[in-house]
């Protein structure tokens, strides 16, 4: 009995936190490149490798319009906002990326199409709930140094109080039309909703959870579909992710809370989803 009640405690595990087996939410710590010193305000190089960017390419152009996480090594969790109006042949999700301004990385990025998007059907662009989609690959992401999946939080799980980061190539200052090269890091700190709401200004969806700038800076046009990712509380070298950045006000500011969809209250859809492709978290 012994054990397989250990065996049922590991199944219950990874199905709460990702998937176990092969370390989601594992970060590098110091970067995979050394000789690449400390950038302020900027991650080093795969310090976060779930993150991806999400490109469009219609037009015979390839355009940046968003981030996302790898959850699974041929699912992104993302925003439904980012994608406006673009379908399953327009995309490409580009994974292990630092500096979008070269290809010369030690550690280089891979591309992968998009074989189905599944938007939440009542996502709602006014007040920014239910933004959330899953991009189902056409193929499996490598595992690697720079390439990893990120862990899920279990159902309801509460952030407030944590230091957290968030990741993206959008711009770092309001009103500022200059993006990054490389990836941004931003630190947060998770806030209630009462207090939300008085920062904001305004009514804060059920389905979101709210985090303000610790570094004077926030999330920005172009950091839509990022992931915002918190240190487990027993083990700070691996990563949950706690949100998905929506929207915030005052771009580049650290007054005003930044807006995330709450993963937590999420995992029944995304779990109802991910099992209609019969597809296991982080595998």
């Known amino acids: ?15 709460d936190a990702g998937e176990s087996a092969t370390g ?15 950038i302020p305000g900027s991650a080093r190089p795969g310090e976060f490798p779930w993150i991806v960017a999400v490109l469009d390419r219609r037009d015979g152009l390839t355009r940046y319009i968003g981030g996302g996480s790898l959850i699974a090594t ?6 439904v906002h980012i994608l406006n109006g673009t379908v399953e042949n327009d995309l490409l999700v580009r994974a292990g990326e630092w ?3 070269t290809t010369e990385e030690f550690y280089r990025h891979v591309d992968l199409g998009v074989e189905k998007v599944i938007s939440h059907g009542q996502f709602n662009s006014y007040t920014g709930e239910y933004d959330i989609a899953l991009l189902i690959l056409k193929a499996r992401f490598p595992v690697q140094a720079n390439i990893r999946t990120v862990c899920l939080p279990s159902e309801r799980t509460s952030f407030v109080g944590r230091h957290c980061f968030f ?27 009462t207090l939300c709401q008085q920062q904001f200004q305004a009514r804060v969806a059920p389905k979101s959870i709210c985090a303000e700038s610790l570094n004077r800076s926030a999330s920005c046009k172009g950091d839509g579909g990022s992931p915002l990712v918190c240190p487990m509380p027993r083990d700070n070298t691996r990563f949950v992710q ?4 929506t929207f915030g006000i005052g771009c580049g500011s650290a007054r005003t809370p930044g807006i ?12 109802y989803n991910l099992q209609r492709w019969n597809i296991q978290l982080g595998q």
């Open 74 to 79: 041929n699912v992104v969790l993302t925003a």
């Open 260 to 271: 995330y969809t709450d993963v937590s209250q999420m995992r029944e859809w995304i779990n």
């Open 99 to 101: 500096n979008v301004s």
């Open 1 to 15: 009995m012994t054990l397989l009640w250990v065996l049922l405690l590991g199944l219950l595990v990874g199905c």
């Open 24 to 38: 989601c939410g594992k970060y590098n710590l110091n970067g995979l490149d050394r000789k690449i010193g400390l």
């Open 242 to 245: 706690a949100g998905i950045v």
């Open 167 to 193: 990741n993206g190539w959008g711009p770092m200052e309001a009103l500022s039309g200059d993006y990054p090269s490389v990836l941004k890091k931003v630190d947060v700190k998770m806030i209630d909703k």
